[in-house]
């Protein structure tokens, strides 16, 4: 089995009930084998020679109320090859614990907290870990951006001694997918680039574009309206005066427009637009 050489977090926002986990690995598309997370239950990250069991048996043992000490020393209880594996898990309640096995190559090891778990093996240092768990600690916001800012902490800490490849971000909520189906909230994966933290925060912008919620209203009234108009019309999708009426023909316009490009979740009700939108569409 190929080591999967990598550092990741796994951690829980008790406030929005969302647990997630991030990584970043010389090892081509990393998140596929390394992330399990689901509502209400808690976050695996597992990795070195992986044994996606941990993942999977895990979260079925999270799920059943067991603690995060209690689900890993089950994990590695039954695991022959224990001592080649790697895995942080948080659990429902954002208890927290890290293993490295006695076999995982220098530098390997983690470091836990409230609500987060930090783990890398084949690492430049110890500072790559370090630095993740400080940056997680000290950051606020979405749960998504400071896991996705604690690997870049990481990176530049050192990161993986090999290089880079790929990277991948899991963050669920309940009721949290698009159309609120199941718990996949955000699931983005760089599978092979040169940076791919830096695409892995690109990708979680747009996601923030395409599905966040809208901050700044701007009323479709005036030069504003007549500037929507002249945009929609040059690209095809509105035929009427531009008279600086947001009407049902203009209104029309702008939702198809939305239906093409998918700002479908940014629509806002009455004659108002989102800012960072209608910037779009104005193209600046």
């Keep these: 089995m190929k080591t999967i050489a990598t550092f990741s ?25 390394v992330c399990f ?7 695996i990250a597992t990795q070195a020679n992986a044994n996606l069991d941990y993942g999977e048996l895990g979260l079925k043992l999270l799920e059943k109320g067991y603690s995060a000490q209690q689900v890993l020393d089950a994990l590695v209880a039954m695991d022959e090859g224990r001592d080649d594996r790697q895995v942080g898990i948080v659990d429902a309640q954002g208890r927290s614990v890290s293993y490295t096995g006695a076999k995982c190559l220098d530098w390997a090891g983690g470091i836990t907290g409230p609500n987060f778990t930090c783990q ?11 630095a993740m768990a400080e940056s997680f600690q000290n950051s606020t916001g979405p749960l998504a951006h400071r896991l996705v ?3 870049d902490a990481g990176q530049n800490a050192g ?13 669920v909520k309940e009721g949290g997918s698009y159309g609120g189906f199941n718990d996949r909230m955000i699931d983005l994966r760089v ?24 901050e700044v209203e701007v009323p479709m009234v005036g030069d504003a309206c007549k500037d929507v108009q002249t945009a929609l019309a040059n690209k095809g999708y509105y035929h009427g005066p531009v008279d600086g009426v947001y009407g049902d023909e203009t209104k029309q316009a702008f939702v198809d427009w939305c239906n093409t490009e998918n700002f479908e979740e940014r629509i806002c009700e009455g004659d108002f637009m989102d800012e960072k939108v209608m910037e779009i569409l104005l193209d600046k």
């Design 9 to 33: 977090i796994a951690a829980y926002d008790p406030e929005a009930q969302e647990w997630g986990v991030a990584v970043q690995s010389k090892f081509l598309a990393c998140a596929s084998a």
């Design 37 to 43: 997370a689901k509502a209400g239950a808690g976050a």
């Design 120 to 130: 890398g093996n084949i690492l430049v240092s110890k500072e790559t870990v370090s």
């Design 149 to 151: 800012q604690a690997l």
């Design 159 to 171: 990161g993986d001694r090999r290089g880079r490849q790929a990277a991948g971000l899991l963050v």
């Design 191 to 214: 599978d092979d680039d040169p940076e791919p933290i830096a695409k892995l925060q690109h990708l979680l912008d747009l996601h923030d574009l395409y599905f966040g919620k809208t």
